[in-house]
């Protein structure tokens, strides 16, 4: 059975507000958005909870599935879907159709939405990855620029996942119920040099973040309530 997430009224009533605006998600899991990059003959992964789901192995609600690629593979993910589904450049909550029209995303920082038409829900939220030089490059610290294969690794499903300890980094700047509880299961398990890149990296970035004191613990923490 999966941890519910256990939304606050107020994320509730938030999502209800999305959803209106931006209409209704049905996102893939794991092995539907393999199936649909099934051909795709670049790089692609999943970030977010699926990621730290698959590293884990602790199950749990998720709202959608993060998939990633690099900005520089755009056009390939273009030629990909072809006229079987619309893409759309999602810059903090605008959005502009991904099409002949407008071949460019809005920021290379954003993301893609993607859905069959303007009848059916979004099916893949897809953060880009910027890139240099086809090198991974992370959207918080610019100078952490590595070969794809440092960031990422394979799970036994044969998906590709972003690192643990970097989906936490990014989960730090949002610091939200989930996050924490997904910070509890993932840090016991973490090899120390990487429990040491997690805490250096929130030092730099979040000085006065409030899972520091946890993250100076060797291993783990209190057991999630």
């Not at 884990?56 to 056009?75: F, M, Q, Y």
């Not at 072809?82 to 809005?106: A, E, Y």
């Amino acid at each position: 059975m999966r941890e519910p997430l256990d939304l606050t009224p107020e994320q509730v009533a938030e999502d209800e507000e999305f959803f209106a605006l931006y209409g209704p998600w049905d996102p893939l899991d794991p092995p539907g958005l393999a199936e649909f990059m099934s051909g795709f003959g670049r790089p692609w992964w999943i970030v977010g909870g699926w990621a730290i789901e698959a590293f884990t192995g602790v199950l749990r609600e998720h709202e959608d599935v993060d998939l990633s690629i690099l900005a520089c593979d755009i056009p390939a993910l273009r030629e990909h879907v072809g006229d079987r589904w619309h893409l759309w450049s999602n810059h903090g909550g605008t959005l502009r159709p991904l099409n002949d029209k407008h071949p460019d995303v809005l920021d290379v920082r954003s993301q893609i939405w993607v859905r069959r038409s303007a009848q059916d829900p979004w099916i893949i939220d897809l953060p880009i990855t910027p890139d240099r030089d086809g090198l991974w490059t992370s959207k918080r610290m610019e100078d952490h620029v590595v070969p794809l294969e440092e960031a990422t690794w394979v799970a036994s499903d044969g998906i590709r996942y972003l690192n643990p300890e970097i989906v936490l980094l990014y989960k730090a700047a949002l610091d939200r119920p989930k996050d924490d509880r997904d910070l509890a299961r993932t840090w016991p398990l973490l090899a120390p040099d990487r429990q040491a890149w997690l805490r250096d990296a929130v030092r730099r970035l979040h000085p006065d973040h409030p899972w520091l004191p946890r993250l100076s613990l060797s291993r783990g923490f209190p057991p999630v309530e």
